[in-house]
């Protein structure tokens, strides 16, 4: 086991510096059980030598592809989860792919393999000891039949380059990817982008998920969306997520799970520009209900599988445009765009540093697929956005027409 | 007409000091236009000068009964509204009645239909000059066909009690009263309450409204529910209440609008208890969401013509209990209730000026009527919080069962 051996070696010194960190917050999270992170390096290794795992084949080998923030948060939760249900899963290992990056002369791979830490997108926080940091993507997938992916949507197309080949047959996916996939009037999730590539079934997973509460183990919940007749793959993914402190809901409906989490970027940036004009609660309440409802028609009119108990029922309806509106980076974004005049752009690379704002860019992805239907008209609250934030259109015309 | 007539003599002192704020407020509100305040009186008196005032018979004649903070916020509404549609309501005079209180040896009428502020209940925002504070509430329904009940819920049964036989023939009622009237296995609605001692109509109306911002003219959105086949009287509401920046929404559906207005409380109370404890904005939207579904849930087991598409799509619904979980006094003073340990009736004195906290009070009605039905365990939400404000249950239980 990578991780094992390399935390035997002695840590360099900006590794030290983190390790007291570490101790503190270990502290502070969950007391130990079987399950927690301290005690996951001893229960694999009792898992390991089990017999049942050379014998049961059908064992599921998870990899977690993308180590951002929200893949950090998961593959955290996924270590845990595979020692759990070690029947099910092969709990030794859990590869994450980690785009490779250099923090303080050392590579991001060699400083999460050695404290178990993503010092960048998510310090201070501990993933399990089994989930060991890949940077090359084809190895992290090898054999891998649960692929779990967690990235950008821009980051997508030269994955699944990299993957195409590699994936092992019978294999499943889950898209925790937010975004549309827009060419002229034809619209995809980014589930279908990946199941028509690699030929395997995938499903969506979206909630109200602000990364760092769930890795602090805040009580929060999620939305599992699986395909149609294939629940026992929703049983699955809910297995590998779900914790006391997370829960996770199963709905036969990956396609309004999928758009749910892309769409309401677009209204969180309403409600940034709303609190920006300092409209009070009435109006960015308005604002949410409208986006919500126009999330639903949208889903309804484009999408022929789609549970219009989603968007009430579910976190990944409802709740999760609730947690975007409140918090998030593009209710801050716009609001920022509003208080301080600054174009996107510039303040893409002052708040984001330099990563691209999801809910404008969805927005540009939403209006030019209803501009090609010729619907814009049956949403105007998506429209306005995109005319505010793309075509100069003033702010304080937000409300106007709505 | 009191008011103008008042407007003549020379003010007191304690009235001169409002004066310069009131002026500024004017400013700030929008421009004059023939229904704004400023012009309302000559208005009023062109419209009540025209032959079909006395002609037609059929004019509404409006009374709000209720001049706390949100009775005055719709009067100033109202006030402009009767005057801009002078073809249906009676423009010359709209009669609040206000229970009378003495401000600074002035007595709260006066100061209304002098200033044409309630300096109590919705300081520096004039009223219309037409809306006339009356402290007697026979003489302020006398003759009116179209009433509107705004007041907490516990001054209701006192109310009706002057009111019987001073109502109109034909008159109808909207109720913006929260809350539930249980006994019992029993519970019923204010509108159902003020229907049956009447025996007139009454809709309900109910939003995501905090009256500040309606009175600022900040762009918020409403429910009328109406009755059964009784959707003129909706359109009667819509006419009385709607202004551009104050858009009434109409659906056949007077329990779910009422009941969505009492159990949100309930839910921001909860919102409240997860801010108090510091857990997030993935919990406290979780929480919404599954209040919002016991909302749901509750409206339709026990209530026969409860429409399902209320709660998402009605201002009534989701979009006033994001207001309430966001601001508001429920949400508040829960937050209080764990940060500073004091029990409720403490903080009621000390944050509320003694009045009660309206979602407290409905977690009890709520809790003793599923008691009573034995339906306690298909409502966990509602039921925590009726444990953790009444019964001691540890506020860090919140989401536990959930």
Redesign the interface.
């Known amino acids: 086991m990578s991780s094992s051996s390399s935390s035997t070696a002695a840590p360099s010194p900006a590794i030290q510096s983190i390790l007291p960190r570490l101790a503190a917050v270990r502290a502070h999270l969950a007391p130990p059980n079987p399950t927690t992170a301290r005690n996951l390096a001893s229960a694999a290794l009792t898992s390991s030598t089990k017999p049942t795992s050379t014998i049961n084949m059908a064992k599921d080998k998870v990899a977690i592809i993308g180590s951002g923030n929200w893949g950090s948060a998961i593959a955290r939760i996924a270590g845990q989860n595979v020692v759990k249900h070690s029947d099910v899963f092969e709990s030794s290992r859990v590869p994450l792919w980690v785009f490779e990056e250099m923090i303080d002369g050392k590579k991001l791979t060699d400083i999460i393999n050695t404290t178990h830490i993503n010092v960048k997108y998510l310090p201070d926080i501990p993933l399990s000891d089994n989930v060991v940091a890949i940077p090359d993507i084809a190895k992290a997938v090898e054999g891998a039949t649960a692929l779990v992916f967690v990235m950008p949507h821009q980051f997508l197309a030269k994955a699944l380059d990299a993957i195409e080949g590699h994936v092992a047959p019978g294999a499943k996916a889950i898209s925790l990817i937010k975004g549309v996939d827009v060419h002229g009037s034809d619209i995809h999730i980014f589930a279908d982008v990946i199941e028509k590539r690699l030929g395997i079934s995938c499903s969506a997973l979206s909630g109200?998920?602000?990364a760092s509460?769930?890795a602090?183990e805040?009580?929060?919940?999620t939305t599992v969306g699986y395909r149609k007749d294939k629940e026992d793959e929703g049983l699955l993914w809910q297995k590998l997520f779900e914790t006391p402190k997370f829960?996770v809901q199963l709905i036969e409906d990956v396609d309004g799970v999928s758009l749910c989490g892309a769409l309401k970027n677009v209204v969180a940036v309403a409600a940034g520009l709303s609190d920006g004009l300092g409209?009070?609660?009435?109006?960015?309440?308005?604002i949410?209900?409208i986006g919500?409802?126009e999330t639903?028609n949208f889903c309804l009119e484009f999408f022929n599988d789609v549970k219009p108990e989603t968007?009430?029922?579910?976190?990944a309806?409802?709740?999760?445009l609730?947690?975007s509106c409140?918090?998030g980076r593009n209710r801050k974004t716009a609001e920022a765009f509003v208080t301080t005049g600054k174009p996107f752009d510039v303040l893409e690379r002052e708040m984001l540093g330099g990563q691209k704002l999801q809910g404008i860019h969805t927005a540009m992805d939403v209006h030019n697929f209803l501009k090609a239907r010729n619907r814009l008209g049956a949403y105007p609250l998506f429209d306005k956005v995109y005319h505010i934030c793309w075509d100069g259109l003033a702010a304080d015309t937000l409300?106007d027409g709505?």
Request: charged share 25%; net charge positive.
């Open positions: 109200a998920n602000i509460e769930v602090l805040r009580f929060s919940e829960r409209y009070g609660n009435n109006t960015k309440s308005a949410m209900r919500l409802l639903k968007f009430l029922q579910e976190s309806g409802v709740a999760d609730i947690t409140l918090g409300t709505l």
